[in-house]
């Protein structure tokens, strides 16, 4: 194999110390690439471009919020104990002055009360965690909408989906970090989950525990987990994500001048690099602006954890929101028959809690199916090409349909983690809504995909009608016969391109394998190909696009309109 | 993509290359980047002059937040746990730091977007892999393989895979001292604090309560009086996460259901149950006077007390199990044994609990 590496001269080698810096960055620059070889990195990042559009930017959120969570956390652990241990509080606070709490509880509100910034950078780290997330699924939704996961950028959508994945990890456990009443309650149904799973949940949640719920070694264990693990593993795959992305270079809308073979964008020196480094600064400001004037988890008015107490209307973080509004949508009784289950055994029955197994179901699909999303639908369309240039949603119809029902299902669950307090703020019966959600849960999808389908059919034959005709122009023109029409304005071959240069597949039958036989399975993958791409509307063709503008010659009123008859619109 | 940033002064980007497979197949020809347009400030140096002093602006901003900030860290110091103060406080410090940022932040953005160059570049996108590239790689994989004779040698293969299989086992071995208690099992589910004689105790007082103290109508939890004496925070907290109760009186005529055996259950009207909700356990904390329905806030199970607590809403799948009470020769709440099931959430070795069944003795 060393036949195939490079030999070097000997004036290569010398090569390296001939250089004289002349000015003092030439002489630090000298330094770093005598060592570590610099100018390869500032040849390969220095005018790399990255193309720029307003929807590329919330992977950029997600990414400074973890920074700023990362440096709001370091803060927060230099003085918040973990312990379980008791403690009397004799804070500052009075109205807690006195009471038996855990340390963790005591030592988060002296972060809250006695220490300058403390309740700032708790309140910067929670906003900042809000934050993450919210911006991580957007992310996610642009991606899936825009196809940008499809080849060679699939792995890449697995590292996303397992950061959603962390980021809800490391945000449910540092919201039960505080150990007050509230937090003390989400591990309670999260204890409550783990039971119901057959076999190994009791034992699960024995260990996590430390015995039986809640114990006195829980929070020191979901500590190491949110501030060691779940941000190492997070940083990782940060920092795998992104050099994906360096690897396959950004993905780019369609237009003019935008091909499959090449990147338009900015140069990250200077003019990428001073907006993305700027945006960090926004986003950094924002967040400070919300942490400075919204109060969020008061974690005062709640109180150490006790079984006994609970809050009405308690809600958890957003993200939790459709995990919880699904365990509140399953009924546990169908009638006066219950849900739950006592298997007969020899050794006196085993119990299976359907009424809170049935809801993971859902979650967990959603959650497996956008991990295998990329394969799926690559086997059902065949396509096994590059895809740099991106999708406009209305040009995928069945993919955007499907993700709408896919995000309304999600959405309704997630409404449902807030039934009381909708139930409450529009003076609505709690059961009625909960009923309804039921109804709409199965219903919402259907009507949901079926609707965006159309939406994205019409917008493509608007697409058409634009580029075959041109805009309206806002010009109403009275013919000699006292006609009113509306002129046109041909659109230019740069807003043309982008309506006329997509793809529009017909279905492909099943295909015969190797041995000449249609399979069963592939018979079905047909079917599903034609449910992908049975409803089509094909781009404007040349023929039909040249005929068009034939068309225009013959047409009087298409002429540059001048002097009589024409009312030229003052409002456009 | 403002349409300024089209373009390049220099390479329109126009050229579409050959072999990009495109020609012809859309109804036009891609026309490449469209012409730039050069934005004000790339004309007049009077309009570049205007930029540059927004963004100095921008930047003095952000030093004032500064100032801001240390205004609310030093001047109002220590709050003592005065609220107001410390809203004030941190009011500053937010707004301050987001000035702080958001002018910098805001600077450099407007610096880039006026006086920065605003034409786009094209590059062209590197293929992933070079065919020969690909095939020098194989060979080496091949050689690799070839040269540790892990093909040749199936023994040192399936071995290997044995032991690397079984290698992490201890470490995960390790983690079953996660839990060390005594009781260790599923057994300790089965049973709470309470027990015959036990006394229904105000929590946090720790006063017995007299049957006569309860009125028509209310509702109060209680825990076992023996709970105080255990001294360890931890465990305390764990047995009364099984222990606590709910006693509530009502006419006694409204009690709709009485099955068979539990006849003594309750003491004139008054009836106890688990706090625990029998869905994932949060406490079932309301208490519905007039429908004598309990509703757990957590997810809304309801459960009508004058029917043994059976679900009449939500998504829990058993009744709450009832404690069965007296009072004692002074008048005082006693439990008459304890809970005759498990209390809580489902759990798979829960199985099919006989509540007259022997184990609650």
Same mark, same amino acid.
């Given at each position: 194999?060393?036949?195939?590496?490079?030999?070097?001269?000997?004036?290569?080698?010398?090569?390296?110390?001939?250089?004289?810096?002349?000015?003092?960055?030439?002489?630090?620059?000298?330094?770093?690439?005598?060592?570590?070889?610099?100018?390869?990195?500032?040849?390969?990042?220095?005018?790399?471009?990255?193309?720029?559009?307003?929807?590329?930017?919330?992977?950029?959120?997600?990414?400074?919020?973890?920074?700023?969570?990362?440096?709001?956390?370091?803060?927060?652990?230099?003085?918040?104990?973990?312990?379980?241990?008791?403690?009397?509080?004799?804070?500052?606070?009075?109205?807690?002055?006195?009471?038996?709490?855990?340390?963790?509880?005591?030592?988060?509100?002296?972060?809250?009360?006695?220490?300058?910034?403390?309740?700032?950078?708790?309140?910067?780290?929670?906003?900042?965690?809000?934050?993450?997330?919210?911006?991580?699924?957007?992310?996610?939704?642009?991606?899936?909408?825009?196809?940008?996961?499809?080849?060679?950028?699939?792995?890449?959508?697995?590292?996303?989906?397992?950061?959603?994945?962390?980021?809800?990890?490391?945000?449910?456990?540092?919201?039960?970090?505080?150990?007050?009443?509230?937090?003390?309650?989400?591990?309670?149904?999260?204890?409550?989950?783990?039971?119901?799973?057959?076999?190994?949940?009791?034992?699960?949640?024995?260990?996590?525990?430390?015995?039986?719920?809640?114990?006195?070694?829980?929070?020191?264990?979901?500590?190491?987990?949110?501030?060691?693990?779940?941000?190492?593993?997070?940083?990782?795959?940060?920092?795998?994500?992104?050099?994906?992305?360096?690897?396959?270079?950004?993905?780019?809308?369609?237009?003019?001048?935008?091909?499959?073979?090449?990147?338009?964008?900015?140069?990250?020196?200077?003019?990428?690099?001073?907006?993305?480094?700027?945006?960090?600064?926004?986003?950094?400001?924002?967040?400070?602006?919300?942490?400075?004037?919204?109060?969020?988890?008061?974690?005062?008015?709640?109180?150490?954890?006790?079984?006994?107490?609970?809050?009405?209307?308690?809600?958890?973080?957003?993200?939790?929101?459709?995990?919880?509004?699904?365990?509140?949508?399953?009924?546990?009784?169908?009638?006066?028959?219950?849900?739950?289950?006592?298997?007969?055994?020899?050794?006196?029955?085993?119990?299976?809690?359907?009424?809170?197994?049935?809801?993971?179901?859902?979650?967990?699909?959603?959650?497996?199916?956008?991990?295998?999303?990329?394969?799926?639908?690559?086997?059902?369309?065949?396509?096994?090409?590059?895809?740099?240039?991106?999708?406009?949603?209305?040009?995928?119809?069945?993919?955007?349909?499907?993700?709408?029902?896919?995000?309304?299902?999600?959405?309704?669950?997630?409404?449902?983690?807030?039934?009381?307090?909708?139930?409450?703020?529009?003076?609505?019966?709690?059961?009625?809504?909960?009923?309804?959600?039921?109804?709409?849960?199965?219903?919402?999808?259907?009507?949901?995909?079926?609707?965006?389908?159309?939406?994205?059919?019409?917008?493509?034959?608007?697409?058409?009608?634009?580029?075959?005709?041109?805009?309206?122009?806002?010009?109403?023109?009275?013919?000699?016969?006292?006609?009113?029409?509306?002129?046109?304005?041909?659109?230019?071959?740069?807003?043309?391109?982008?309506?006329?240069?997509?793809?529009?597949?017909?279905?492909?039958?099943?295909?015969?394998?190797?041995?000449?036989?249609?399979?069963?399975?592939?018979?079905?993958?047909?079917?599903?190909?034609?449910?992908?791409?049975?409803?089509?509307?094909?781009?404007?063709?040349?023929?039909?696009?040249?005929?068009?503008?034939?068309?225009?010659?013959?047409?009087?009123?298409?002429?540059?309109?001048?002097?009589?008859?024409?009312?030229?619109?003052?409002?456009? | 993509?403002?349409?300024?940033?089209?373009?390049?002064?220099?390479?329109?980007?126009?050229?579409?290359?050959?072999?990009?497979?495109?020609?012809?197949?859309?109804?036009?020809?891609?026309?490449?980047?469209?012409?730039?347009?050069?934005?004000?400030?790339?004309?007049?140096?009077?309009?570049?002059?205007?930029?540059?002093?927004?963004?100095?602006?921008?930047?003095?901003?952000?030093?004032?937040?500064?100032?801001?900030?240390?205004?609310?860290?030093?001047?109002?110091?220590?709050?003592?746990?005065?609220?107001?103060?410390?809203?004030?406080?941190?009011?500053?410090?937010?707004?301050?730091?987001?000035?702080?940022?958001?002018?910098?932040?805001?600077?450099?953005?407007?610096?880039?977007?006026?006086?920065?160059?605003?034409?786009?570049?094209?590059?062209?996108?590197?293929?992933?892999?070079?065919?020969?590239?690909?095939?020098?790689?194989?060979?080496?994989?091949?050689?690799?393989?070839?040269?540790?004779?892990?093909?040749?040698?199936?023994?040192?293969?399936?071995?290997?895979?044995?032991?690397?299989?079984?290698?992490?086992?201890?470490?995960?071995?390790?983690?079953?001292?996660?839990?060390?208690?005594?009781?260790?099992?599923?057994?300790?589910?089965?049973?709470?604090?309470?027990?015959?004689?036990?006394?229904?105790?105000?929590?946090?007082?720790?006063?017995?309560?007299?049957?006569?103290?309860?009125? +028509?109508?209310?509702? %109060?939890?209680?825990? @076992? /009086?023996?709970?105080? =004496?255990? &001294?360890?925070?931890? !465990?305390?907290? *764990?047995?009364?996460?099984?222990? +606590?109760?709910?006693? %509530?009186?009502?006419? @006694? /005529?409204?009690?709709? =259901?009485? &099955?068979?055996?539990? !006849?003594?259950? *309750?003491?004139?009207?008054?009836?106890?149950?688990?706090?625990?909700?029998?869905?994932?356990?949060?406490?079932?904390?309301?208490?519905?006077?007039?429908?004598?329905?309990?509703?757990?806030?957590?997810?809304?199970?309801?459960?009508?007390?004058?029917?043994?607590?059976?679900?009449?809403?939500?998504?829990?799948?058993?009744?709450?199990?009832?404690?069965?009470?007296?009072?004692?020769?002074?008048?005082?709440?006693?439990?008459?044994?304890?809970?005759?099931?498990?209390?809580?959430?489902?759990?798979?070795?829960?199985?099919?609990?006989?509540?007259?069944?022997?184990?609650?003795?």
């Amino acid at each position: 194999m060393s036949a195939t590496k490079e030999k070097y001269t000997e004036e290569q080698y010398l090569e390296v110390d001939q250089y004289q810096p002349k000015t003092g960055g030439g002489r630090i620059a000298n330094y770093v690439d005598t060592r570590v070889g610099g100018t390869s990195i500032v040849r390969e990042f220095g005018r790399k471009v990255f193309p720029d559009h307003w929807t590329f930017m919330f992977g950029e959120v997600a990414l400074y919020s973890f920074v700023i969570l990362i440096l709001s956390g370091t803060f927060l652990t230099f003085w918040f104990d973990p312990s379980m241990a008791t403690t009397r509080y004799s804070g500052s606070y009075a109205p807690l002055q006195g009471l038996e709490m855990s340390t963790a509880y005591a030592t988060a509100l002296e972060l809250s009360f006695d220490v300058r910034g403390g309740l700032f950078m708790r309140q910067l780290h929670h906003w900042a965690a809000l934050l993450f997330v919210a911006a991580m699924s957007i992310h996610m939704l642009r991606v899936f909408f825009t196809g940008a996961f499809r080849k060679p950028r699939e792995l890449n959508w697995v590292v996303g989906a397992s950061l959603l994945i962390l980021g809800l990890g490391a945000g449910f456990t540092g919201y039960s970090l505080p150990d007050e009443v509230l937090s003390g309650n989400g591990l309670r149904i999260i204890d409550g989950m783990l039971k119901a799973l057959p076999v190994v949940g009791t034992y699960i949640s024995f260990f996590l525990f430390g015995g039986e719920f809640p114990g006195s070694e829980v929070i020191p264990r979901l500590y190491v987990m949110h501030i060691m693990v779940l941000p190492a593993m997070i940083l990782l795959l940060i920092a795998i994500h992104l050099f994906l992305v360096v690897t396959h270079k950004h993905t780019q809308y369609p237009g003019p001048g935008r091909t499959e073979r090449n990147v338009v964008g900015y140069p990250v020196g200077p003019v990428y690099a001073a907006k993305a480094g700027g945006f960090f600064f926004i986003v950094f400001g924002i967040l400070a602006l919300i942490s400075g004037t919204f109060q969020i988890n008061a974690l005062w008015n709640y109180g150490p954890y006790d079984p006994s107490p609970v809050q009405a209307g308690a809600q958890p973080d957003w993200y939790i929101g459709p995990f919880e509004g699904v365990l509140r949508l399953m009924p546990g009784y169908l009638g006066d028959f219950s849900l739950e289950w006592v298997i007969p055994t020899p050794w006196g029955g085993n119990s299976l809690a359907m009424p809170v197994l049935i809801p993971m179901i859902p979650v967990a699909l959603i959650f497996l199916g956008m991990f295998v999303w990329p394969w799926i639908e690559s086997w059902i369309t065949k396509d096994t090409k590059e895809r740099h240039l991106l999708d406009r949603p209305r040009n995928a119809p069945t993919r955007t349909a499907f993700g709408v029902a896919i995000v309304t299902n999600y959405m309704i669950m997630w409404g449902m983690g807030s039934n009381d307090l909708i139930a409450t703020h529009f003076q609505l019966s709690l059961n009625d809504i909960t009923y309804w959600s039921r109804v709409l849960f199965f219903l919402g999808p259907v009507i949901a995909y079926i609707l965006t389908k159309r939406i994205c059919l019409s917008l493509q034959r608007k697409d058409r009608e634009t580029a075959l005709h041109g805009d309206e122009a806002g010009v109403i023109q009275v013919s000699a016969d006292g006609g009113f029409s509306e002129k046109h304005r041909r659109l230019d071959d740069y807003e043309l391109w982008t309506l006329v240069s997509y793809d529009s597949p017909e279905p492909t039958p099943a295909q015969p394998n190797a041995k000449g036989k249609i399979t069963l399975l592939e018979k079905f993958r047909a079917r599903l190909n034609r449910a992908f791409y049975e409803d089509r509307v094909a781009p404007v063709s040349r023929e039909e696009y040249l005929e068009a503008l034939e068309h225009d010659h013959h047409e009087p009123e298409e002429l540059p309109a001048s002097g009589v008859g024409a009312i030229e619109s003052r409002d456009h | 993509m403002g349409e300024h940033g089209n373009g390049d002064p220099k390479d329109s980007g126009a050229v579409i290359k050959a072999g990009e497979g495109e020609s012809g197949k859309y109804a036009i020809d891609n026309p490449g980047l469209p012409p730039h347009r050069p934005r004000l400030a790339d004309e007049s140096e009077k309009v570049a002059k205007g930029a540059e002093r927004v963004v100095s602006v921008l930047f003095l901003l952000s030093i004032i937040g500064t100032v801001v900030f240390f205004v609310g860290y030093f001047a109002i110091g220590q709050t003592e746990g005065d609220l107001q103060l410390l809203r004030v406080q941190n009011t500053l410090l937010g707004v301050g730091v987001a000035f702080a940022m958001l002018g910098i932040g805001l600077g450099v953005v407007h610096w880039a977007k006026t006086l920065m160059p605003d034409h786009e570049m094209v590059e062209d996108r590197k293929p992933l892999r070079k065919e020969t590239e690909r095939e020098e790689a194989e060979t080496i994989i091949n050689d690799v393989l070839d040269e540790s004779q892990i093909k040749r040698r199936p023994l040192l293969r399936n071995t290997m895979i044995g032991a690397a299989l079984l290698a992490p086992l201890p470490f995960i071995v390790t983690l079953r001292d996660l839990d060390r208690s005594e009781d260790f099992g599923v057994e300790r589910m089965r049973h709470s604090m309470w027990d015959e004689g036990v006394h229904l105790v105000r929590d946090p007082s720790g006063t017995r309560i007299r049957a006569s103290d309860l009125t +028509v109508g209310t509702a %109060m939890h209680v825990i @076992p /009086e023996n709970l105080r =004496t255990i &001294s360890s925070h931890g !465990e305390r907290l *764990s047995e009364k996460a099984k222990a +606590v109760t709910l006693v %509530m009186r009502m006419n @006694p /005529e409204d009690i709709e =259901t009485v &099955s068979e055996g539990r !006849e003594n259950w *309750s003491h004139d009207g008054i009836i106890a149950c688990s706090k625990v909700c029998t869905h994932v356990g949060c406490p079932v904390a309301l208490y519905e006077r007039h429908t004598h329905h309990l509703l757990c806030p957590c997810h809304q199970s309801t459960f009508d007390a004058a029917n043994e607590f059976k679900v009449v809403f939500g998504p829990a799948g058993r009744p709450l199990p009832q404690l069965p009470i007296t009072v004692d020769e002074e008048g005082y709440l006693i439990a008459r044994s304890d809970f005759t099931e498990p209390v809580g959430p489902t759990y798979w070795e829960r199985g099919n609990t006989d509540p007259e069944g022997d184990y609650a003795s």
